[in-house]
């Protein structure tokens, strides 16, 4: 069992910045994937962002490529989502998740998720 939270939201004018942090506890002998998705009330929720277990892979949606970059603690099941150049149609509900095999895109792979953080993002 992987417990994650998440924090680092806010309130951000647009072409402000945040950093999302995303705390992993419990099992530490197990490296995980970890992933970042958000949500608006009403939609479903979309992959942001993943990276791979050895760090050496990492994945980005089109729509925050080149302004927002993942990372981790490379011995913790910890991750960091650093988001630049922000914009009002960033604004959601940002959560994490770990897991261990699948896509790095589809919720499915996740094993376990954090409560999520919320960002907005005024114009």
């Known amino acids: 069992q992987v417990q994650l939270v998440e924090s680092g939201g806010g309130l951000v004018q647009a072409g402000g910045s945040l950093r999302l942090s995303c705390a992993g506890s419990?099992?530490?002998?197990?490296?995980?994937?970890m992933g970042w998705f958000r949500q608006v009330p009403g939609t479903e929720r979309e992959f942001v962002a993943a990276?791979?277990?050895?760090?050496?892979?990492?994945y980005y949606s089109d729509s925050v490529k080149g302004r927002f970059t993942v990372s981790r603690d490379g011995a913790k099941n910890t991750a960091f989502l650093q988001m630049n150049s922000l914009k009002p149609e960033d604004t959601a509900v940002y959560y994490c998740?770990?897991?261990?095999?699948?896509?790095?895109?589809?919720?499915?792979?996740?094993?376990?998720w954090g409560k999520g953080t919320q960002v907005t993002v005024s114009s």
């Open positions: 998740g770990a897991g261990s095999s699948g896509s790095y895109y589809a919720t499915s792979s996740y094993n376990y």
């Open positions: 990276i791979s277990r050895t760090i050496d892979n990492k």
């Open positions: 419990g099992r530490t002998d197990i490296m995980y994937r």
